[in-house]
């Protein structure tokens, strides 16, 4: 009998993690191989190659599997890189200054941004052509579609050779019929345009916030499409041409079919950061945590989130780079310190850490592929902190190099090279902790009051100064931690978001309206499903809304309860209103009559379930210290844990001779094959019946 075998992979800028569930035996098998920044799809490839291997099948057998879903950096990196190609912007006349007006705010405010100057639009001026005709809020025709206009903008543009166009039309979230002619006309004048129109991509308000979102799309979708239909093509002849069912993960924490997915680019902008998420949050969730910060450390960058209840917090106020994109993402915060990250002078003379990275290629000094910066990993290699090799040997590290480097950076500083790396590695950890302070402190948070839950390649090395600058109680590193990413690719269900603007007082607000338009929501998001190959008994749906106080500029999202709506679900929904806001600002106006609520946004997700791979207990704990030491014969190097004291031999541990319930005390370095773990002195580990590490302080 065939076996069937689902497939996630995750692609980062160092390396490709890859994780494969047999859906008969339950059996989860996880490795990583290289990527390839030339051309990511062959890391792809390579690393599903590998994995079958691991399970027995022959290589290149494809026949065994049933689907694969992947996480990708495409459109993330190209925005975060500014690889904007020549992009066009066509909006409705006399609104052709939109980006330049922008909106007011001003990095780290007024006060330390007197001299700073709005950077670069995503298209420049010369680049924006306005289109006649106009709606109203309601979607009402004020002045007619200028049709001759619309075909002179169509050839100015296919004069220009931009082929890759928005649209976006004053209050096209209440009425596309605009928009969509404008579409039809270059169809027939500019048929080789790429077009993305604002009533597709977002319909809601906010005239530039919508306008971004659109040119976001438009800028990455010629590149993701390219990718996407390389892929597709490459799983085809792989599985012998038989059609493998292939998703992409989006920021929303759903996952779409490639089919689709190139319609929509823009929702993946935060693909992976999302997936890591999910699958942290869920191995959280299971081991008893429901309080938990995620960060997921890679070659490139660390990024970090909030899980409450097992659910990561969603917001629409994100963005990637310079450019804001409100769209539902996965509240991720992004911080350049991944293991690639590089140390560098500034003009002052002083240290500084990232965010340019060596990413994969060349790679840290110690990868010995041409790289010329000292990187994190050069620092960790130097302190002893991990092995003179990367993927249990796979990749053979030049720690004679990393050192030179670091002692040329100590030389420049007036430092040894033991200070400097462990001043690398300070910034590094001071960075993250900031990141982390972003999703908690400054939305109201108490940090302490979470577990950190760290995972990625590189995700864990610095958890014991983490615990310390941020008083951080637990932190939690999972099995195959540089392996959660795809892990959490398994876990994610098909998911559609649809948003329809419908901006009323509450008293105003007729019950019946805001039902006929949460149907008509609920219908597109069932036919998608339906085009994914959902049944319709199993459709999942979702149903929010936007609510502020009247006169308030930015909401708060709750649930709105199912079925046909009345004046007492309305209700319902304004008193969870309240109660959240209290949550989020600490105050509300439940009983001031004359604070008046106003619905903005209805919202409705629709959701395909999968099954996910299930998460089992060990049978049978240990107690007592699990692991040989240094005095005992086994395992040992010397590792720098800090710069005063200088190194000291340290016992070195393979995670998977920890039985669960096995405790040991700091200090002790804990490999395995995808990453490393080092325990401070004054730390102490235990194996959980998950086979979680559980890290805290030493008791007394």
């Not at 935060?270 to 309080?291: C, H, K, M």
């Not at 948070?445 to 990625?456: A, E, M, P």
Request: aromatic residues 6%; contains cysteine.
């Amino acid at each position: 009998m065939t076996r069937r075998i689902r497939i996630g992979i995750d692609t980062g800028g160092t390396f490709t993690d890859v994780v494969a569930f047999d859906e008969g035996s339950g059996e989860l098998v996880t490795t990583k191989t290289p990527s390839t920044p030339r051309n990511p799809a062959d890391g792809f490839m390579a690393g599903i190659d590998k994995v079958l291997g691991l399970l027995g099948l022959p290589e290149g057998d494809g026949d065994a599997i049933s689907a694969v879903s992947h996480g990708t950096t495409v459109a993330t990196n190209q925005l975060l890189e500014g690889k904007v190609d020549a992009l066009g912007y066509i909006t409705t006349e006399g609104y052709e200054a939109m980006l330049e007006i922008a909106r007011q705010s001003v990095p780290d405010g007024y006060g330390n941004s007197y001299f700073w100057v709005k950077p670069p639009r995503i298209v420049p001026r010369d680049l924006v052509k306005g289109v006649g005709g106009r709606l109203d809020f309601t979607g009402a025709e004020v002045r007619p579609f200028d049709e001759d206009g619309a075909r002179a903008v169509a050839r100015w543009f296919k004069a220009q050779g931009i082929t890759t166009l928005g649209v976006c039309f004053l209050h096209a979230y209440a009425n596309p019929a605009h928009e969509e002619r404008m579409r039809a006309v270059l169809a027939e004048v500019h048929p080789d345009a790429v077009v993305s129109l604002s009533s597709e991509v977002l319909r809601e308000y906010r005239e530039y916030e919508r306008a971004m979102t659109t040119l976001v799309d438009a800028a990455v979708k010629p590149r993701l499409s390219a990718y996407v239909t390389n892929i597709k093509g490459r799983l085809a002849a792989y599985a012998g041409d038989r059609r493998v069912p292939f998703y992409v993960m989006k920021s929303n924490g759903g996952v779409l079919s490639a089919d689709e997915v190139v319609h929509q680019p823009i929702t993946t902008v935060l693909s992976g950061p999302a997936a890591g998420a999910l699958g942290a949050a869920l191995i959280a969730q299971v081991a008893g945590f429901d309080r938990v910060l995620t960060s997921d450390g890679g070659g490139t960058s660390t990024d970090v989130s909030v899980v409450i209840d097992g659910v990561p917090t969603l917001t629409t106020e994100g963005s990637v780079g310079a450019y804001p994109s409100k769209i539902p993402m996965i509240d991720v915060v992004t911080v350049g310190a991944g293991g690639g990250s590089i140390a560098w002078l500034s003009p002052e003379g002083t240290l500084k850490v990232g965010p340019q990275s060596a990413g994969a290629d060349p790679g840290p000094l110690c990868y010995a592929k041409g790289g010329t910066e000292v990187t994190i990993t050069d620092a960790h290699v130097v302190l002893g902190r991990i092995p003179p090799h990367l993927l249990g040997g796979e990749i053979p590290l030049d720690v004679d190099a990393a050192r030179a480097g670091v002692e040329t950076l100590a030389g420049k500083l007036g430092l040894g090279p033991e200070a400097c790396a462990t001043g690398v590695l300070e910034i590094s950890a001071w960075n993250q902790a900031n990141a982390l302070r972003q999703v908690t402190v400054k939305r109201g948070l108490d940090v302490r009051d979470f577990t950190l839950t760290t995972f990625g390649g590189s995700g864990s090395l610095l958890l014991c100064r983490l615990m310390d600058i941020l008083a951080i109680p637990t932190v939690l590193v999972p099995p195959n931690p540089g392996n959660v990413s795809a892990f959490g690719l398994l876990t994610v269900d098909v998911k559609n978001d649809y948003v329809q603007t419908h901006v009323s007082l509450a008293e105003r607000l007729d019950a019946g309206v805001v039902s006929a338009a949460y149907d008509v929501l609920t219908r597109q998001a069932a036919d998608a499903l339906a085009v994914e190959g959902f049944a319709p008994e199993q459709h999942v749906f979702q149903r929010t809304a936007d609510l502020r106080y009247f006169g308030q500029a930015f909401e708060v999202r709750v649930p709105v309860p199912e079925g046909d709506l009345d004046d007492a679900a309305l209700e319902a929904a304004a008193d969870a209103f309240h109660a959240e806001h209290r949550v989020l600002y600490g105050y509300d106006f439940s009983g001031d009559a004359s604070q008046q609520v106003e619905w903005v946004n209805l919202r409705v997700s629709g959701i395909g379930p999968i099954t996910r791979p299930e998460i089992r207990a060990s049978e049978g704990l240990v107690t007592g210290a699990g692991a040989p030491s240094s005095t005992s014969g086994g395992e040992a190097r010397p590792v720098c844990f800090d710069a005063g004291v200088g190194y000291v031999e340290t016992p070195v541990v393979q995670r998977d001779s920890l039985a669960p319930g096995a405790s040991v005390p700091g200090p002790v370095i804990v490999e395995e094959f995808g990453s490393t773990v080092p325990i401070h002195p004054g730390f102490e580990v235990r194996v959980d019946e998950y086979l979680n590490l559980i890290v805290t302080r030493s008791e007394g």
